[in-house]
């Protein structure tokens, strides 16, 4: 896969960017790097190579977000287009697209394709810096670069050596990815590949009359090279840093063009780059157009399913509260206590009011900052913060002017939001260990934070510290300084720290956690002892002398008095504060309760509006799709869809299914005295009943069956220990590969009728457990046959066991009802090509996930792959359909039999939930704004009397 861009390292109509030519175009020469391939390196037409990137642009759907406006996009187009008409002609069909992705980068895929990020524009300067980023991944495309290097992996992986129609191309790609493992390393070319795709921008874009300087000059500043291109020396001895030998091919490139084409000068910054740059900035939408042919239901829940709160704050002076959940942040009042406007907010770190009380501040994983007024309701500023390298951990001032970010180099700096530029930084402030490593890949996988060092602002913005053991940094804001920290300060930053007010902080004392401290700061005078606990996270309170800790030993959190050393409150959720006497929490109803501290009833309560959905932990629909149950991790319910009512209100549930009938059974988990068990509901009466105990017993719910594991014999607990890195690269491979923990040997399973717990099949597993995939009366088994449990299984199977490799995975299907095996295949990987992640069937076919975005199709009868497609999270029906995600708010359904694609449907909004019809010919689906959708599959355009009204291989920059 090429190397991204930059990351080779990593509303109004507007108007057409102008600029004046300073000469003619046809005074500047064509890029000498522009010639004639011969078919020995390049085996595609230009029309084979345009649905190679078909194929590729398929594969990557799910990996990068489009940014859909017309308006935005058109902007970037009429840059590209003007570049295009000064290169020779062609029959590739060029494309360009703003996306949405965390790094700074722009990318092109064989036949036309250009992308390019929105932090990308947001580091442009003007029109000329831009175009510098468009001509290069031009310059790949025109000089057909991934095509070259397509048909050369063809060649020696497969032994292809041409190309058919369109069919035949996209079928030979997946090929290819099927056999990703096989692929010979690549060394230098890539950079070489870099150099010619430069040579192509600067002189396009001065062909083009766009100053080839300012291309050279955004390297430069991105790349942070200074100027510095290498020397003889340098380059003899091989300490010329790529970027620095890259910016010395530029500036040799620019140096060969006529006087009057390197120097044409960059147009200076116009209102209509400076507008649209700020409108791609500020741009929020998500999801795509909608394009649902033979819709024939839709409708938006009434009494929709709240989300999780998981950030609850008081303002600095306690007039305001904010409570973010998943998609946003809920501005309200304290007196009285009622919602005052909301703000949309994806992927949002923990947002903050500022030290003024005037506005909220947050961040998100793509480093955006925004900046809210509370009085006028409106964002008040958004920045993109570009960075060189990843940031793995980041924390935002409460004025949200600077970020701190220690980054994938272990680097910690300070960076100026509004002109990302850097404060202070410290190189190599940790070296992580084995463990580190690991939490940073899980990390990365789970996209949940990172923790690897503490990073603290003052709550009034004055000071920020960073520390872990052995590595501490500590700048004053105001002074614009780093300053030294006494050694009192030093042994609290080595585990949870907080501040407690601008002048004070606390830390756990590691090696004494029962006499940690209250600091000075930043004298480091100790003011006075509290009893805490090593493992322990700290966060202050808004207002008043508490602090919050947790985990504790039955609750997720609890509320420490640090007058009197006392827990007054345990919470049952992470979310809360206080203010003085009063705290704010979520109830399980979703509804938010002020109270007094020390007393029971409420102050008062409010009830927020509708919030878009997050993870589900559970959804079923009835086979009419007239009932549909869905629950988060706190809260679920249960609606009539055809009325569009909430018929019953529920805890969080863990699994659900709809009988027959239309009465549901769901797995509800232990509360208070009550122990998890499976409860019939009636979702038209309201009446409900206890059925089979679950227990603590290790149990999920598939539909109508449960799936018990039981250990038999001896137990483990207490005779052994593990190592952190064996725990975390446990739970990555649980993440990643779904593959079950290696302990997990020595296992009864049992398969239950969810209805009344009786037994359908049992089974004993001496060696490692297989990963299940029970769907109707079908179980599939998978194991990797690395497992001790595959081989033992493929010794019974010697026409399977001859061609397996370790890499591989074993599938069987498993008759219930005399636990006998009816089907078995091996699915090649080709070295560990590609991961297999779940699997499932239906009919004949069995349907595996794979890594890479990528489904693949194998029959059970045959054990030949039938089938591959691009997307994830398929669904297959009775009829034949195969429906996957393209995108996030993108589906397309295949004809399981031919594998051709039947249609394409557009949401504006990401799929939460999808199932088929029992005769498979109509599909449901949830979004994420809570919007449920029943579509004809058989239709094929909308018929809107009908519908019920609403109730890798990428060449960078």
């Not at 232990?670 to 509901?681: D, V």
């Not at 290790?698 to 069956?705: H, K, L, S």
């Amino acid at each position: 896969m090429r190397r991204h861009f930059l990351a080779a390292l990593l509303v109004l109509p507007l108007a057409v960017p102008t600029s004046s030519f300073q000469i003619s175009a046809q005074n500047c020469p064509l890029p000498p790097a522009i010639g004639t391939v011969s078919q020995d390196l390049n085996i595609f037409s230009e029309h084979q190579e345009i649905d190679l990137g078909d194929a590729m642009a398929d594969s990557l759907a799910r990996r990068i977000r489009i940014i859909d406006d017309d308006t935005l996009n058109s902007y970037l187009r009429s840059i590209g287009d003007r570049l295009v008409q000064h290169l020779p002609p062609t029959q590739l069909r060029f494309r360009f697209y703003l996306i949405e992705i965390p790094q700074v980068n722009a990318f092109s895929i064989a036949g036309g394709r250009v992308y390019v990020s929105r932090k990308m524009v947001a580091l442009s300067k003007g029109d000329d810096e831009l175009a510098g980023v468009i001509a290069h991944e031009l310059g790949h495309i025109v000089t057909h670069q991934t095509a070259i290097q397509i048909t050369r992996q063809l060649r020696q992986v497969l032994g292809v050596t041409r190309v058919g129609d369109r069919a035949d191309v996209f079928d030979k790609f997946h090929l290819l990815l099927e056999n990703e493992a096989r692929k010979p390393a690549r060394t230098s070319e890539n950079q070489e590949e870099q150099y010619v795709a430069d040579q192509v921008a600067l002189y396009a874009m001065a062909r083009s009359g766009y100053a080839p300087h300012a291309y050279v000059d955004l390297w430069d500043r991105f790349q942070q090279t200074h100027g510095k291109s290498g020397s003889w020396i340098s380059n003899l001895f091989g300490t010329t840093k790529p970027s620095e030998r890259r910016l010395g091919e530029m500036l040799k490139n620019v140096s060969a063009l006529p006087a009057g084409c390197a120097d044409i000068p960059p147009a200076a910054r116009t209102s209509e780059f400076a507008t649209w740059q700020a409108q791609v900035i500020n741009y929020g939408g998500s999801g795509s157009k909608e394009s649902l042919p033979g819709l024939i239901f839709k409708q938006s829940l009434t009494r929709p399913l709240r989300p999780d709160i998981t950030n609850l704050r008081f303002s600095p002076d306690g007039k305001f509260v904010l409570a973010q959940d998943e998609g946003g942040i809920h501005v309200l009042t304290r007196e009285p206590f009622a919602v005052l406007f909301y703000i949309p907010a994806l992927d949002g770190h923990r947002a903050v009011f500022s030290p003024d009380s005037r506005s909220i501040i947050f961040h998100n994983r793509s480093l955006r900052v925004e900046s809210w007024s509370v009085a006028d309701q409106r964002q008040t500023s958004a920045h993109e913060v570009t960075v060189l390298h990843p940031c793995l951990q980041t924390e935002l001032s409460p004025d949200g002017s600077v970020l701190a970010c220690l980054n994938s180099e272990f680097e910690l700096l300070l960076i100026d939001v509004a002109s990302n530029s850097v404060l202070a930084g410290r190189k190599s402030f940790i070296q992580p260990t084995a463990f580190g490593f690991c939490i940073i890949a899980t990390s990365m996988v789970t996209g949940s934070d990172l923790g690897l060092i503490g990073m603290r602002f003052s709550p009034d913005a004055h000071y920020f510290v960073a520390g872990t053991t052995g590595a501490y940094f500590a700048w004053d804001l105001s002074a614009h300084h780093e300053f030294s920290l006494p050694g009192s300060v030093k042994d609290v930053l080595k585990s949870s720290f907080a501040f407690l007010a601008a002048d004070r902080i606390i830390g756990i004392e590691v090696a004494s956690p029962a006499k940690s401290p209250i600091l000075h700061f930043p004298s480091g005078e100790r003011l006075a002892q509290v009893r805490l606990a090593n493992g322990l996270a700290l966060d202050r309170a808004t207002h008043g002398n508490y602090l919050f800790v947790g985990p504790l030993k039955d609750q997720p959190m609890g509320l420490l008095d640090l007058t009197n050393g006392t827990l007054p409150i345990k919470f049952k959720r992470t979310a809360a504060d206080i203010y003085d006497g009063t705290f704010v929490t979520e109830r399980v109803t979703g509804e938010l309760g002020l109270n007094a501290l020390g007393k029971s009833d409420d102050v008062a309560t409010v009830k927020l509006p509708q919030g878009r959905l997050g993870p589900l932990q559970a959804a079923a629909v009835s086979a009419d799709f007239n009932w549909i149950a869905i629950s988060n991790r706190t809260r679920g319910g249960i609606w009539d869809l055809t009325h569009n009512i909430r018929t019953m209100e529920l805890r969080g549930f863990h699994g659900g299914w709809f009988a027959p009938d239309s009465s549901a059974y769901i797995d509800v988990p232990k509360f208070m005295e009550t122990e998890r068990q499976i409860a019939w509901l009636d979702p038209i009466s309201g009446n409900e009943a206890s059925g089979y105990k679950i227990g603590d017993t290790d149990t999920r719910q598939y539909g109508p069956y449960l799936l018990v594991t039981k250990a038999r014999g001896r137990s483990s607990k207490g005779q052994m220990t593990f190592e952190p890195q064996y725990l975390c690269l446990q739970r990555l491979l649980q993440s990643v590969l779904s593959v079950p923990n290696s302990s997990s040997n020595d296992k009864d399973v049992e398969l239950r009728d969810v209805r009344d717990g009786r037994l359908v099949w049992s089974h004993y597993f001496p060696h490692e457990l297989p990963s299940f995939s029970i769907s109707n009366t079908r179980v599939l088994l998978k194991w990797s046959v690395s497992q001790n449990a595959a081989r033992d299984e493929l010794i019974k199977y010697p026409d399977l066991k001859n061609g397996a490799d370790k890499s591989d995975y074993l599938i069987e299907e498993i008759d219930p009802k005399n636990d006998s095996v009816v089907g078995k295949l091996v699915i090649k990987t080709n070295k560990g090509s590609f991961a297999v992640t779940h699997v499932f069937a239906q009919d004949d076919w069995v349907i595996a996930s794979a890594t890479g975005n990528q489904v693949v199709i194998y029959s059970m009868s045959s054990g030949q792959k039938k089938g591959h497609f691009f997307g994830a999270y398929p669904s297959a029906s009775r009829s034949g359909f195969l429906a996957v995600e393209s995108g996030s708010s993108q589906i397309s359904v295949y004809d399981l039999a031919t594998s051709q694609l039947k249609q394409q449907y557009s949401f504006p909004d990401a799929i939460s939930f999808k199932t088929f019809s029992p005769d498979g010919n109509r599909i449901f689906i949830m979004t994420a704004n809570q919007t449920a959708y029943v579509i004809d599959l058989t239709a094929r355009e909308p018929s809107t009397d009908q519908i019920r009204p609403l109730g890798q291989f990428l060449q960078a920059f």
